[in-house]
């Protein structure tokens, strides 16, 4: 029987991740399992605080970790850290306090990691709205986590992922960029780091997350600044791990390319909501590629909302473009 470690870095969101620990101790596997949160806001405690209520009656292990320092690449940290720090550990499998797991999640995972050998296996993140969305929203990509079922030639969030304990020693610690903990993309960037080093992917199309879906993300506004934050992301990468130092020219043809074929593909049919917000996607993906290679990051969780104390779009902040030698296939 394997044994592994269930994964959660929360930060105020306390329905949500008591969610995700009722949906868990639904889940069909035969594996031994406990589960980790990380509560990476110390002195509210609302993660803490859940974890102390639901763990007494919950069907597997919980306990909590503080994790001081605010950001998504620190708590990633610790929590890969605490993982490691257990000898009898032989994988991890992540999940953020906004998703819930189908029962078979888990197993699918182990199945498609153990048949293909895979370092890193992804799965399926499908969107949850918490109100009736307009129709363009259903199948829109910025929602949406697919691929094949089998091997992949990349998995590019932590959202539903599965990691062999070997991975997590290869290339650890100091997994996540912390320069990257308040502008998000951090496991793009580690993912791309991985390959260089030999990682093996795989996909588990069967492995299906959901993820809670507020009305504010329906919104053009959060659509612009979730795409221009992976669009300044997608630069540094590239420019880290395929193109090297050189590669500035190139990436910068691309997103120039991009905002081409929005105006030739996207904006004759702007008639149509679905194709207004691809166009305003496409765009901004394109204009954060091009900042991006000035060195400008966007602080996707840089702000914290009083009134609901999530993080939030913030602004954008100079960071320091690092590339280097080293290239992978993206």
Request: aromatic share 8%.
């Amino acid at each position: 029987m394997r044994r592994g470690l269930i994964l959660i870095p929360t930060f105020r969101r306390p329905q949500g991740l008591a969610k995700a620990l009722a949906r868990l101790g639904e889940l069909r596997t035969e594996a031994e399992i406990s589960i980790l949160v990380a509560e990476n806001d110390p002195a509210g405690g609302q993660g803490r605080e859940v974890v102390r209520l639901l763990a007494p009656g919950h069907r597997f292990e919980i306990r909590s970790i503080d994790v001081g320092e605010r950001g998504v690449s620190q708590v990633r940290n610790a929590l890969f850290a605490a993982a490691l720090a257990a000898p009898d550990i032989e994988f991890v499998a992540l999940l953020d306090d906004d998703e819930w797991p189908e029962p078979q999640w888990l197993e699918e995972l182990l199945t498609m990691q153990q048949r293909s050998g895979a370092d890193i296996v992804g799965g399926t993140l499908l969107p949850d709205f918490a109100v009736e969305p307009p129709a363009w929203a259903r199948t829109f990509k910025l929602y949406r986590q697919e691929q094949a079922d089998g091997p992949s030639e990349m998995v590019w969030g932590t959202c539903n992922v599965l990691l062999t304990r070997t991975i997590l020693e290869r290339t650890g610690p100091g997994w996540f960029d912390l320069r990257l903990g308040l502008t998000g993309g951090e496991d793009m960037e580690f993912f791309a780091r991985a390959k260089t080093m030999g990682a093996r992917f795989a996909w588990a199309a069967a492995a299906v997350m959901h993820e809670d879906v507020p009305a504010s993300r329906l919104q053009p506004r959060w659509i612009f600044r979730r795409s221009f934050r992976i669009g300044s992301t997608n630069a540094l990468v590239q420019l880290r791990w395929r193109y090297g130092r050189f590669g500035r020219p190139i990436v910068l043809a691309k997103a120039l390319g991009r905002l081409g074929l929005a105006a030739l593909t996207v904006l004759p049919g702007l008639a149509r909501a679905g194709r207004r917000m691809e166009a305003l996607s496409l765009v901004a993906r394109s204009l954060g590629e091009i900042t991006g290679l000035f060195g400008l990051r966007y602080r996707e969780y840089g702000a914290v909302s009083a009134a609901s104390g999530q993080g939030r779009e913030s602004d954008l902040s100079p960071g320091r473009s690092t590339p280097l030698a080293s290239k992978a296939g993206l």
